[in-house]
């Protein structure tokens, strides 16, 4: 008994000082049900392992709203306002200086992840933040309807948008009233840009601004694409989608209201819930490419990035570590659809079986199309809010696609002023 009292000291006393410094972290949740439990995983597995407390909190939806948060908390410099987050793949230039170092911990497990996504988290030869998981557009439609009609799944946006209509038509007279034929992102905000990227560069209006920083956008195909797009609004689509983000279309589709959906990776695992109206009648494959089938997907994709002002760096990279080994990038993809940005995972049984599209989608990924970050570094916001912004004139009606593109160039060249810096 005293042994047993003398060891239940010493035990005690070794973990004293652990304790007194025991931190509360606060991390970033996805707020939706499988995103609590995402957390609740997480927590626990941390909370065991380093004796401190982690905490959630909620962000908007929208990348653009996001980072604009990001950068006004960041700009007090607060060291409570969080410590692990999720920075959207084209903001790592843009928020650089607020992001911690993570080159003396993290340097080790390179090898284990894509290599394009490691090399989009590094500046200046450092690593500031680490994939989360890998995302690219990707175009949703319902097997079952398509059978029905005697129609193949899409390769042009001409034929899709053929099909729509016809399907969308035919469906109607038959009683199923509320029927669209495609959703997309069509708000004025950071999916807009992504969305007007595919339908531009698969069509040859190139993408905005190219590789070495020369903006392109003034052309007649760009011109033409945007057109495209504007012609769906109240046709196929439904006038609400000028208020689509991701989830608002995810909701239409998964009711089994939409023939199509432009959505990205994660929404997969959703459409196959027990819950969804339309389980079972779900494939997904390359967005439509223009009318010689070039498919262009754009590269998006999250990373989980640590505040510069964090108070606890350890702990920090401790729940870092643990977010993203493999055993969480598993669940996060069985629990939200998350494309794993661990390459191993990829020829994982159990991964596989749950998500057999990422077979074909891991090719799609590695060529995916990036946004124009890289090259227009700290001043990639205001770019993208011109992109969304002049698009949205055209999806509207307020512009046509020759004046707007025009816009466009001009606005890009002020913002660029004497170069990308
Ligand atoms: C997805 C992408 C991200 C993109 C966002 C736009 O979350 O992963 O990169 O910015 O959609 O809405």
């Keep these: 008994m005293r042994k047993l009292l003398l060891n239940l000291t010493a035990c005690s006393l070794a973990l004293l000082p652990a304790l007194a410094q025991a931190d509360t972290l606060r991390m970033e949740c ?10 609740r995983y997480v927590k626990q ?5 380093t004796g401190h407390t982690l905490t959630f909190i909620d962000l908007p939806r929208a990348s653009d709203e996001k980072l604009s948060l990001f950068q006004q908390l960041f700009a007090a410099r607060d060291a409570n306002a969080i410590d692990l987050f999720q920075a959207d793949t084209v903001w790592i230039g843009v928020l650089n200086k607020h992001l911690l170092d993570l080159t003396p911990y993290v340097s080790d497990m390179r090898q284990d992840f894509f290599p394009a996504a490691w090399q989009n988290d590094m500046v200046n030869g450092r690593v500031k933040a680490i994939p989360a998981y890998m995302d690219t557009g990707a175009l949703y439609y319902r097997k079952d309807l398509l059978e029905k009609y005697g129609e193949q799944p899409p390769k042009t946006w001409a034929e899709l948008t053929r099909i729509a209509a016809r399907i969308q038509q035919a469906e109607r007279a038959n009683g199923h009233k509320g029927l669209w034929g495609l959703v997309f992102q069509g708000k004025s905000y950071e999916g807009l840009t992504c969305n007007a990227l595919e ?6 209006g190139g993408t905005f601004i190219d590789a070495d920083g020369s903006i392109t956008v003034n052309n007649p195909r760009a011109a033409q694409a945007l057109e495209m797009a504007a012609g769906w609004v109240g046709t196929i689509a439904p006038p609400g989608v000028l208020g689509y983000m991701e989830e608002e279309g995810r909701a239409l589709f998964q009711n089994g209201d939409a023939v199509f959906m432009r959505n990205w990776l994660y929404a997969y695992v959703l459409t196959q819930d027990k819950s969804s109206a339309i389980r079972g009648k779900v494939g997904v494959m390359p967005v439509p490419g223009g009318a010689d089938g070039q498919s262009v997907s754009t590269l998006g994709g999250w990373q989980w990035a640590i505040s510069s002002y964090t108070k606890n760096p350890q702990a920090a990279v401790a729940l870092l570590k643990i977010v993203s080994d493999a055993e969480s990038q598993k669940k996060a993809q069985g629990l939200l659809g998350w494309a794993p940005s661990r390459q191993a995972l990829y020829q994982d049984p159990q991964v596989l079986a749950q998500a057999p599209y990422l077979a074909t989608f891991s090719g799609i990924l590695a060529k995916a199309t990036p946004r124009p970050a890289t090259q227009t570094r700290r001043k990639y916001a205001q770019v993208s809010k011109a992109i969304y912004n002049t698009s949205f004139n055209v ?9 707007a593109v025009q816009t466009l160039q001009a606005r890009l060249e002020r913002i660029r002023a004497r170069g990308w810096r």
């Design 45 to 49: 597995r941390f909370e065991a392992q």
């Design 199 to 204: 339908w531009v560069a698969s069509q040859g």
């Design 395 to 403: 999806l509207r009606r307020d512009s046509d696609g020759a004046g």
């Design 30 to 39: 996805a707020p939706s049900k499988e995103g609590r439990e995402f957390c």
